[in-house]
């Protein structure tokens, strides 16, 4: 074993690099120290000590910034560069370990110990299978790489010495500085020959995935290119053929149909605009779809394509009257609009809300009214719509967009002024994504509604020849704005007799071709349909009505079939077998008087009732009591009246301490059923002054009214299905506001003859015609 010799030797530090014996490589030296100690080799002997820094970004390094052990190297050349920097060539030789750092100012200087390679044994089996392995693992690194020259492999076959093995191919691998200083420290050849291998294994296996990525990236690169070949090589055969291109075809076919389509110069220039954006985007790209689309929508709408509406007012009533049964106000206003357009030939669309309770056939008038005025008819629901995009649509930036419903009903009417129906518009209601009754007002109003701007279209449209006709059951929930822009035609609940002329003219008939029977086979009597309606259905419309023809018709088709019948006469007895006991039975009134009890009438969303209020007083302390499952606003009613009879005892010969010690009760029957409404008031006094003064009320009055604390009668809503309710109930005088007066017009006349209606003014008026 050789002895360790010593030198002495200037020192750099490197930053970066880590040099190993008999490897040759120039670096750039920049630092003074460093540019002093390659002056003072270059004097001497040209050997000097290259050591690494343990921090590379030290820019002024102190003797315990540098590493133990570097390499001595003999310097080969040295060229001077611009801005004071030297490049050096230099060839390792030996490993050294600094023994001893001999102060300097200029430069570091220190004592080396220089460190030989051990000499081993020739026919060592563990160093030859170690060298085997070390130069296959290189063979595999060097091929996957694909970096290093593979001369270098003949280079180490010659190599012997297996320390000099080592240090050669750590200074070709490719890892951390760290990583190569321990190669540098490790003095054992056989670790050495062991960390070798262990970083040659590491290497290959991230050398094998890099590749396997590069593959697959490859792969996809390759098919797109292939197919962009592919297609170019199609298009130059297209070309020789003398065929147009794909994209150029469906170009001119756009180009086409925009010049034959008569659309507003401004849609024309916008749908030219974005043909020449689809004519720059290539034909697979994902904004060319998004054009495409664009311009579909553009072509498909009727822009200037519109019905001619038939302006025969005679016909137009006859088809109504034909196909619905009653409102009269709807019918009249329709062959208003007529008469003024035959005259005026412009005019816009109205914006008509019918409101009325469900079932009354608001809906299918309005198909009536767009097939008397032959316009195509397009229906659009706004029940639970909360987006106002579904309005206005999304704008093209979105992915997905599209117009919005008003837009796509216009496509669907196929004419600029069909009749469009937007149905249930009281059921609207809003959240984060905007208020779509806010976006309604645009639509409905006949000033701005000629340009109306969709966010998809991005354009103004005309809608100011559309018939819009809305639907609601209620007015209460409908913005203020937006019901300000509609006309209201009420479209009250059916009497009796209107029930029964639209069962036997349209109902009846509908079901029977429904069920593919002939009329002649299942014939209802007059009484049988009038027993249907007051037994069976409570209700405003004709819906439950309708149900109910259809499950009779059913059970006489099942009769006749099993008892082998040509036809069957519908009559009373028929409806209970087929329908059971009765549904519904209407209160009849007492038919004598009584003290404390008087006849309210009631409006329900089923119509007219009958609300019989009672008053009894008894002994006590003053307590008023009310039963019955009032609301509040009966509550207050009662209240209110309590406090009228209290203040005008006197006139009524009621004592003036009655308050003091008697209790007295207001009940109002069916104490399940909730009550509330402001319409009890002339009731409630009726019934208090009544009990009080012990005089009986005429068992043949109803009443309905609110009051005042001064005894004015206020007006109510819903005189006619009241009336209908007193009607049935056998009652034939009705008192009721005078304000009220303007409604008797809609009074039919069958009620009016029968029953006499005395309008009051003051609560004096009331009791006046009620007490006997």
Sequence with gaps: MKEHTMEVLPLIPLRGITVFPHMVLHFDVGREMSIAALEEAMVKDQRIFLVSQKEAKIEEPEESDIYEIGTVCNIKQILKLPGDTVRVLVEGETRGRIKEYISNDSFFKASIEVIEDKELEEDDKNIKGLLRVVKDNFDEYI???????????????????????????????????????????????????????????EEIDILKVERKIGIKVKKKIDKVQKEYYLREQLKAIREELGEDDEGKKEISTYKKKIDKSKLPKEVKEKALYELERLKNSGNYSAESNVIRTYLDWILDLPWNKQTKDNLDIKKARKILDNEHYGLKDVKDRIIEYLAVKKVSKSLKGPILCL????????????????????????????????????????????????????????????????????????????????????????????????????????????????????????????????????????????????????????????????????????????????????????????????????????????????KDKESVNITINHIKKYLGPEVFSYDKVDKQDKVGVVTGLAWTAYGGDTLPIEVSTMPGTGKLQLTGKLGDVMIESAKAAYSYVRSNSKEYKIKDDFYKNKDVHIHVPEGAVPKD????????????????????????????????????????????????????????????????????????????????????????????????
């Design 677 to 772: 409404g402001p319409s009890a008031g002339v009731t409630m006094i009726t019934a208090l002054v009544s009990a009080l003064s012990n005089a009986k009320v005429k068992h043949n009055v109803a009443m309905t009214g609110e009051i005042t604390l001064t005894g004015r009668v206020l007006p109510i809503g819903g005189l006619k299905e009241k009336s209908l309710a007193a009607y049935r109930a056998g009652v034939d005088t009705i008192i009721f506001p005078k304000a009220n007066e303007k409604d008797l017009i809609n009074i039919p006349k069958t009620i009016k003859n029968k029953i006499n209606f005395i309008p009051a003014e003051k609560i004096e008026n009331v009791l006046e015609n009620a007490l006997v």
């Design 355 to 562: 409101v009325g309770p469900p079932g009354v056939g608001k809906t299918s008038i309005a198909k009536s009214i767009a097939h008397s005025l032959n316009r195509n008819f397009v229906r659009m629901s706004l029940g639970g719509v909360r987006d106002e995009a579904e309005i206005r649509g999304h704008r093209k930036t979105y992915v997905g967009a599209i117009p919005g419903r008003i837009i796509y009903g216009m496509k669907q009417a196929k004419s600029k002024n069909p009749l469009f129906l937007l149905d249930e518009i009281d059921k609207m209601s809003n959240d984060f994504k905007g208020d779509p009754a806010g976006a309604l007002l645009e639509v409905l109003d006949g000033e701005q509604n000629n340009t109306f701007r969709d966010h998809y279209l991005e354009t103004d449209f005309d809608l100011s020849k559309v018939l819009f006709i809305t639907t609601a059951n209620t007015l209460n929930t409908i913005p203020g704005p937006l019901l300000d822009r509609m006309e209201i035609i009420e479209v009250s609940g059916y009497t009796s007799e209107e029930k029964f002329n639209i069962a036997k003219n349209h109902l009846i008939p509908k079901k029977l071709k429904e069920h593919n029977m002939d009329e002649d086979k299942i014939k209802f009597s007059n009484h049988s349909i009038y027993y249907i309606i007051d037994n069976y259905t409570r209700e405003s419309g004709v819906r439950s009505l309708e149900r109910k023809i259809s499950s009779v018709i059913r059970k006489a088709i099942t009769y006749m079939i099993e």
């Design 143 to 201: 091929k996957l790489s694909g970096t290093i020259s593979t001369d270098v492999l003949v280079g180490l076959d010659d190599t012997k010495i297996p320390g000099r093995l080592a240090d050669t191919i750590g200074s070709y691998l490719n890892i951390k500085q760290e990583e190569k200083q321990e190669l540098i420290e490790c003095l054992d050849i056989y670790t050495r020959l062991e960390k070798i291998i262990a970083m040659l294994s």
